[in-house]
Nanobody, 126 residues
Framework: QVQLVESGGGLVQAGGSLRLSCAAS????????MGWFRQAPGKEREFVAR????????YYADSVKGRSTISRDNAKNTVYLQMNSLKPEDTAVYYC???????????????????WGQGTQVTVSS
């Protein structure tokens, strides 16, 4: 059983920055591709970013591309999402997710991910 715990969310003004963290339990972290998703009020959960097992390959949703950086530290079993130039539309609960079989499926499909954290709230005020 893998547990994921997000942290780093909070209330920021538009234009500000946050760094979200996701700490994973277990010894298989380095074998998982990791993703960030978010769910805004009244909307479906959407893909934000993904990072490969080694951290070499990253993907971003168009909505955050250029403003966000996903990274990981396998020695710390942690994945990060640096969010800059935050906008009110970034307001959402942000979820960390682990994909045990990163060579299969569609990277932006939440159904491809096997483990999920409880989420951390990001609120961006205008």
């Amino acid at each position: 059983q893998v547990q994921l715990v997000e942290s780093g969310g909070g209330l920021v003004q538009a234009g500000g920055s946050l760094r979200l963290s996701c700490a994973a339990s277990g010894r298989s972290f380095s074998t998982y591709a990791m993703g960030w998703f978010r769910q805004a009020p009244g909307k479906e959960r959407e893909f934000v970013a993904r990072i490969s097992r080694s951290g070499v390959i990253t993907y971003y949703a168009d909505s955050v591309k250029g403003r966000s950086t996903i990274s990981r530290d396998n020695a710390k079993n942690t994945v990060y999402l640096q969010m800059n130039s935050l906008k009110p539309e970034d307001t959402a609960v942000y979820y960390c997710a682990a994909d045990r079989l990163p060579t299969t499926g569609t990277i932006s499909n939440e159904k491809e991910y096997d483990y999920w954290g409880q989420g951390t709230q990001v609120t961006v005020s205008s």
